[in-house]
C-alpha cells in the first residue's frame, strides 16, 4: 500500500485551475509538493510545516499556486491558478515523518513519495 496516494492531474489550457491532493496514511512533520519535466530537474514547488501551518511556495509559483492541509483527513492540497504551459510536469507529493529542514523544499529532505499525477497545460 503506498503511503501517500495522489489525485487531481489533468489537462487544461492555459489560464484554467487544477486542484492536486495527497492523503498520507500516517503522522508527517513536513509536506511537500515538487514537479518534474521532460529532461529537467525535480524541483521543489511549495511546501508546508504540518504542525504550525507555515507554508513555502517557490517563486516560480507564487501568486499563483496556493499550499494547504485538512490535518484531520491527514491531506495535502495545492491549488493550482493561472497555469501555464511551462507548469506541465509530473507532480509529487512527498513527506517527512521526522525533523528536517522543511523550506526551501529539497528532495533529500523527504523520505516518502507519492507515485505522481501529470499536469499538462496546453496554449
Known amino acids: 500500500q503506498d503511503w501517500l496516494v495522489e489525485s487531481g492531474g489533468g489537462s487544461v489550457q492555459a489560464g484554467g485551475s487544477l486542484r492536486l491532493s495527497c492523503a498520507a496514511s500516517?503522522?508527517?512533520?513536513?509536506m511537500g509538493w515538487f514537479r518534474q519535466a521532460p529532461g529537467k530537474e525535480r524541483e521543489g514547488v511549495a511546501a508546508?510545516?504540518?504542525?504550525?501551518?507555515?507554508?513555502y511556495v517557490a517563486d516560480s509559483v507564487k501568486g499563483r499556486f496556493t499550499i494547504s492541509q485538512d490535518n484531520a483527513r491527514n491531506t495535502l492540497y495545492l491549488q493550482m491558478n493561472s497555469l501555464k504551459p511551462e507548469d506541465t510536469a509530473m507532480y509529487y507529493c512527498?513527506?517527512?515523518?521526522?525533523?528536517?529542514?522543511?523550506?526551501?523544499?529539497?528532495?533529500?529532505?523527504?523520505?516518502?513519495w507519492g507515485q505522481g499525477t501529470q499536469v499538462t497545460v496546453s496554449s
Open positions: 512527498a513527506a517527512s515523518t521526522t525533523w528536517t529542514s522543511c523550506f526551501p523544499p529539497g528532495t533529500g529532505h523527504f523520505g516518502h
Open positions: 500516517g503522522y508527517t512533520y513536513c
Open positions: 508546508i510545516h504540518t504542525r504550525t501551518g507555515s507554508t
